[in-house]
């Protein structure tokens, strides 16, 4: 690392640069220097006389995309309209995808955005005493063995177009573990149909994975959406062979806190009817949507994201494990439903896996989870896009009605 540099942004003024110079607007991949807080750590965002790290070093980015915050993460961690950050997605080169929020960009090269060191990336976590932000603390690689072998070396390895001309639809395909589903099935020959509701990431990825892949702003909890949706994917190919029920969301909170006696704070039933809604609910939906299309054809796989809480709960997610719980449920129901029609119903457990809903968890649950897992490590999205491809594939032609475990051998503890 370089020496610190005192940078004359403040996060809104920085914003408004990023603004103006369009760098908001769509997809940036250019090369440059990113900056980030001293220690890694960022204290307080909206601080004048902030230092600013250089993380320069050997070894790459893959890529950055520069995004806006969505209302749910600013509501989440404090941030408003009135407060707007920039914050963006950067993939390694090697290990898992991660998110950053954006602190600065080199004034030499004001344009500039993707960096060109080989970084591995830490949630960190920060309790003010009312709200929790989480972030990225970034250092550079070790060189290991292991590391050299690059994510692309890995995937062309085992490119074997296992889903040659099927039609794949991923909902939540825009980023972390859909993405990397998109882009597995696609490397396999799959024309995949991304849905979500973020259009520019949504967009962007059907864009750089070229004619056989489209993308649909959906919102997986509105039945009338969903519908529309497969009717217009249908219509265009005239057939649907995999659905990936991924798109998923987080709300935490303890059922009830109780300080000295008094309830403090509890689960509210908004937070509770948003995560039923999608998690639960839009499974429900798009799996009814497809279900008749796949028994016109007699044939289909439908995959379902629950994951390791679904199975063993978890501290603090009443509403989220109540979904990945009935998701399995829902899984093994279908499977004898659907099965005469040839149509095969699985879920995937993952384990804690490095994507943008891991943000709104303590960094000290993130800990305690790797200390919990034999594999020593968080998941990588392509750990789990592999178990999708693996169950979406003939090679599972025979296993339907199952959950599979994607966690490193994860054990959850009290
Ligand atoms: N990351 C983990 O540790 C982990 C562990 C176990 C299970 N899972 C499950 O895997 C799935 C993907 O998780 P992730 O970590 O990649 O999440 P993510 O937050 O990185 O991505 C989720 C995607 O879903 C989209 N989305 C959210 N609500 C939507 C809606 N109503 N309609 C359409 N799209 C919507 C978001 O825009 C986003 O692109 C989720 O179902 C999650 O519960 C994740």
């Not at 540099?5 to 603004?19: G, I």
């Not at 390694?92 to 080199?106: F, H």
């Not at 979904?323 to 279908?334: C, H, L, N």
Request: glycine share 8%; hydrophobic share 40%; with cysteine.
């Amino acid at each position: 690392m370089s020496e610190n540099v005192k940078r004359p942004f403040t996060a809104s003024s920085f914003y408004q640069y990023m603004a103006e110079k369009k760098l908001m607007a769509s997809r940036c991949q250019k090369t440059g220097v990113l900056y980030l807080p001293p220690k890694a750590i960022c204290p307080e965002t909206y601080s004048t006389d902030f230092d600013w790290v250089e993380l320069s070093g050997k070894g790459k980015l893959v890529s950055f995309t520069v995004v806006h915050i969505g209302p749910s993460f600013m509501n989440a961690s404090g941030f408003s309209k009135d407060n707007p950050y920039v914050t963006g997605i950067v993939e390694l080169e090697q290990g898992p995808r991660v998110s950053a929020r954006i602190m600065g960009v080199d004034p030499k090269q004001p344009e500039s955005i993707v960096i060109g060191s080989p970084m591995k990336a830490e949630f960190i976590s920060q309790f003010d005493g009312k709200v929790s932000r989480t972030i990225l603390a970034f250092s550079l690689v070790k060189e290991e063995k292991e590391t050299k072998k690059t994510m692309e070396e890995k995937t062309t390895a085992t490119n074997t177009q296992r889903l040659a001309g099927k039609v794949a639809l991923i909902t939540g395909g825009a980023a972390g573990i859909g993405k990397a589903t998109v882009e597995r099935f696609a490397q396999e020959g799959a024309k995949v149909v991304i849905c979500d509701l973020n259009e520019t990431l949504g967009q962007a990825l059907a864009e750089k994975l070229g004619p056989d892949a489209s993308f649909y702003k959906v919102n997986v909890a509105n039945r009338q959406e969903v519908q529309t949706w497969v009717d217009a994917v249908y219509a265009k190919y005239n057939r649907i062979d995999i659905l990936v029920n991924n798109a998923g969301i987080v709300r935490d909170s303890q059922l009830v806190r109780v300080k000295d006696g008094v309830l403090v704070k509890q689960m509210t039933e908004a937070e509770f009817d948003l995560v039923i809604s999608v998690n639960l609910k839009g499974t429900f939906n798009c799996t009814q949507a497809v279900a008749p299309y796949m028994i016109k054809q007699n044939s289909g796989v439908i995959l379902n994201a629950s994951s390791v809480v679904g199975v063993d709960g978890n501290f603090g997610q009443t509403n989220y494990v109540a979904t990945k719980s009935g998701v399995i449920g829902m899984t093994k129901v279908w499977s004898r439903e659907l099965g005469k029609f040839k149509i095969r119903v699985n879920a995937v457990a993952p384990g804690f896996t490095a994507t943008e809903i891991l943000t709104s968890m303590p960094e000290k649950v993130l800990q305690d989870m790797k200390s919990h897992t034999p594999l020593g490590r968080l998941g990588d999205p392509i750990d789990i896009a592999n178990a999708y491809l693996f169950l979406a594939s003939d090679e599972a032609a025979f296993i339907t009605g199952t959950v599979l475990k994607v966690d490193g051998g994860l054990v959850v503890g009290t």
